[in-house]
């Protein structure tokens, strides 16, 4: 039983790394995705303001979840989220400005990312808190990790710098257009197209066997 | 009726929870928060008044308008220069710049510009030093002008940014903009007389200003 439940707990973290992979296989959250993903650091720090309103707005709701009214269920959890993205905003602009002025309005706008609000109505009003803390983990993660490598590759194309430093020489013409949004566009496009072809082989390859 | 009340307590005692928390952490995050703007506003204006150690604040309402120009103050405390801001509109968005104006009255100090949000790679330009460094020394009598793929020939010319003719003219509109009303309401005789004598102006040190604000 016990082992049951530390493998059904790590179902629930996994999922969000791959199976389940925000951006690329719900296609959520894609404003963030397109918006500020013009450099490592940006995706990465928007990456970790959505992980901690989820991880708290998750295991908030899944606590809350035996007194909540259903009909007014929705207005809560909005509540609940709009507190925890207001102390992720002024946490961000008391102790990293700049990374708070880069972000700009939308780490406000992450109370309207559907990840949030999704995971609330699909997952943390079904489950108990533990559960519901390691599916925002894995959610969570899975995010952060598709910002960042969305910024690798934009940053890499756009600036020819990781994390501001100059990894390509000065025989590289920066690709403009990355850090714009039809650049988001374009590497967006490719993300999902990457992730369905692996996992498209991956499944033929188990069938054959 | 049932259902009624507990709709009824969801709603208020989240929302109340909720207030009451954000009121804690607004308690904390407000004064770093102000600090940090405070620094950055302090900070661009040690770029555009390089020989200043501190700043006065001189406020004047014009036509309901508030109007803030920052005396940058020297190693003895005397004035180096005037420092103000210029927002308007660029090519995309806002467009604020702090700008350093040299005592004489005749030339810039320098341009910064804090915010843009110009096309990356074309208009965002103009927050490079290539083209901020332009303004060091420029004249700006009768106005600021730029030239278009040349250098420029008179002493209050820039040359504006190939592909971003709109991102350099908002540029120098702006500034044009408010050096015609500083020049207007902060002339020179009153910010050198300023300094000898306290007249009926609101002016104090930011380390004044500082004091102020714990009280």
């Known amino acids: ?209 | 009726m049932k259902d009624f009340t507990k709709m009824f307590l969801n709603l208020t005692v989240v929302g109340s929870v909720s207030g009451v928390l954000l009121a804690g952490a607004y308690h904390y995050a407000d004064p770093l928060i102000q600090a940090n703007r405070e620094r950055e506003l302090k900070e661009s204006i040690f770029v555009v008044l390089p020989e200043a150690k501190d700043y006065k604040i001189i406020e004047k309402t014009v036509d309901k308008q508030k109007l803030v120009v920052y005396e940058g103050l020297g190693v003895d405390g005397k004035p180096v220069g005037i420092a103000f801001k210029a927002d308007g509109g660029g090519f995309q968005g806002n467009i604020s710049i702090m700008v350093g104006l040299n005592l004489d009255y005749l030339r810039l100090k320098g341009i910064k510009v804090l915010e843009q949000v110009e096309t990356p790679g074309l208009g965002n330009r103009i927050s490079e030093p290539k083209f901020e460094d332009q303004f060091k020394g420029l004249e700006f009598t009768p106005r600021v002008e730029y030239v278009k793929n040349k250098k420029p020939d008179r002493p209050n010319q820039i040359q504006a940014i190939t592909g971003a003719t709109i991102s350099s003219d908002a540029v120098v509109k702006n500034i044009n903009n408010y050096l015609a009303k500083v020049l207007k309401e902060f002339p020179k005789e009153e910010i050198l007389g300023a300094a000898s004598k306290e007249d009926g102006h609101r002016t104090m040190t930011s380390t004044e200003a500082a004091a102020q604000k714990k009280h």
């Open chain 1, 1 to 209: 039983m016990a082992e049951d439940s530390a493998n059904s707990l790590w179902y629930e973290f996994k999922k969000g790394l791959w199976q389940d992979i925000p951006p690329f296989r719900l296609v959520l959250g894609t404003c963030p995705t397109l918006a500020v993903t013009n450099s490592i650091k940006n995706g990465i720090a928007m990456g970790l303001a959505t992980l901690f309103v989820l991880i708290c707005s998750n295991v908030a709701i899944s606590a809350l979840r035996k007194y909540v009214a259903v009909q007014v269920r929705i207005a809560l959890y909005v509540v609940i989220i709009a507190l925890f993205v207001t102390l992720a905003d002024m946490f961000l602009a008391a102790m990293f400005p700049p990374i708070s002025k880069a972000l700009g309005p939308y780490v406000p706008l992450i109370v309207v990312n559907c990840i949030i609000l999704g995971r609330a109505e699909a997952f943390a009003q079904k489950n108990a808190v533990v559960p519901s803390l390691m599916d925002a983990l894995g959610i969570g993660l899975g995010f952060t990790m598709s910002l960042a490598s969305m910024g690798f590759v934009r940053e890499l194309l756009g600036f020819g710098t990781l994390l501001n430093f100059r990894v390509l020489g000065d025989w590289f013409e920066p690709w403009i257009v990355m850090i714009l949004p039809a650049g988001a566009f374009v590497v967006f496009g490719s993300f999902i197209a990457l992730v369905n072809w692996i996992s498209h082989r991956k499944a033929a390859g188990s069938s054959s066997m």
